[in-house]
């Protein structure tokens, strides 16, 4: 409602019932199959190739990097990719799955003392807190994932059902995304706050106000 409080609607007509149920799934056997094989099929071209991640990742830098210059100009757009580039060489992605699992495992303290020491960790605490955690929800909790798929896998440390392999797929793909959503977040995050201080804000709300755009931005 208008004023934050939230009002919870319960419907006791049964056709309204089964209209948001879409219970009509269950008699249109034969649609529901083809469905599957077809989002079968395509993932496999996605979900379950291991090289489209890293090329999707890729993929996104540049197109983001168009779009970006597109919109500021083609300097950004190559600060952009400079900056995935960096993230990458700089072992960027290897600290963004470390931050998920200490995320994951709420690990806050020891979250705080490599953000005290390293910058990009300092982003990525940053972007959490402003509310970036929701982009990427999955994220930052594959290391959780990954800890529940190794209690189910056990000593044998073979996969045998779908969903224990598609834990490790989606664990695969989350670290570039993560990866990609931080150096864009950083990127942005510097933009607007050069922009913010040449209209006179403080510094304090020249980078508020920096990073609650660049999060909204990536």
């Given at each position: 409602?208008?004023?934050?409080?939230?009002?919870?609607?319960?419907?006791?007509?049964?056709?309204?019932?089964?209209?948001?149920?879409?219970?009509?799934?269950?008699?249109?056997?034969?649609?529901?199959?083809?469905?599957?094989?077809?989002s079968a099929l395509?993932?496999?071209?996605?979900?379950?190739?291991?090289?489209?991640?890293?090329?999707?990742?890729?993929?996104?830098?540049?197109?983001?990097?168009?779009?970006?210059?597109?919109?500021?100009?083609?300097?950004?757009?190559?600060?952009?990719?400079?900056?995935?580039?960096?993230?990458?060489?700089?072992?960027?992605?290897?600290?963004?799955?470390?931050?998920?699992?200490?995320?994951?495992?709420?690990?806050?303290?020891?979250?705080d003392r490599l953000?005290?020491?390293?910058?990009?960790?300092?982003?990525?605490?940053?972007?959490?807190?402003?509310?970036?955690?929701?982009?990427?929800?999955?994220?930052?909790?594959?290391?959780?994932?990954?800890?529940?798929?190794?209690?189910?896998?056990?000593?044998?440390?073979?996969?045998?059902?779908?969903?224990?392999?598609?834990k490790v797929v989606?664990?695969?793909?989350?670290?570039?995304?993560?990866?990609?959503?931080?150096?864009?977040?950083?990127?942005?995050?510097?933009?607007?706050?050069?922009?913010?201080?040449?209209?006179?804000?403080?510094?304090?709300?020249?980078?508020?106000?920096?990073?609650?755009?660049?999060?909204?931005?990536?």
């Amino acid at each position: 409602q208008p004023d934050g409080s939230i009002k919870i609607v319960e419907l006791h007509d049964p056709k309204q019932r089964e209209a948001l149920r879409r219970s009509y799934r269950m008699t249109q056997p034969l649609i529901e199959y083809a469905n599957m094989a077809t989002s079968a099929l395509g993932q496999m071209h996605t979900r379950y190739n291991p090289s489209f991640a890293p090329m999707n990742f890729v993929r996104d830098a540049l197109t983001n990097a168009f779009t970006l210059g597109a919109e500021l100009g083609p300097e950004k757009a190559g600060k952009l990719i400079t900056a995935v580039a960096s993230d990458v060489a700089g072992g960027g992605m290897v600290k963004s799955m470390k931050f998920a699992a200490l995320y994951a495992n709420g690990k806050f303290d020891e979250i705080d003392r490599l953000a005290a020491k390293d910058q990009y960790y300092q982003d990525l605490k940053d972007y959490v807190a402003m509310g970036g955690k929701v982009s990427y929800l999955q994220g930052v909790a594959a290391k959780g994932a990954l800890d529940e798929l190794i209690k189910e896998v056990g000593r044998s440390g073979v996969l045998k059902r779908k969903d224990q392999i598609d834990k490790v797929v989606d664990i695969w793909n989350d670290m570039f995304e993560l990866s990609s959503r931080a150096a864009t977040y950083r990127v942005m995050r510097d933009e607007f706050l050069a922009e913010n201080k040449k209209e006179g804000m403080s510094d304090a709300d020249a980078l508020a106000d920096a990073q609650s755009h660049a999060v909204e931005y990536a």
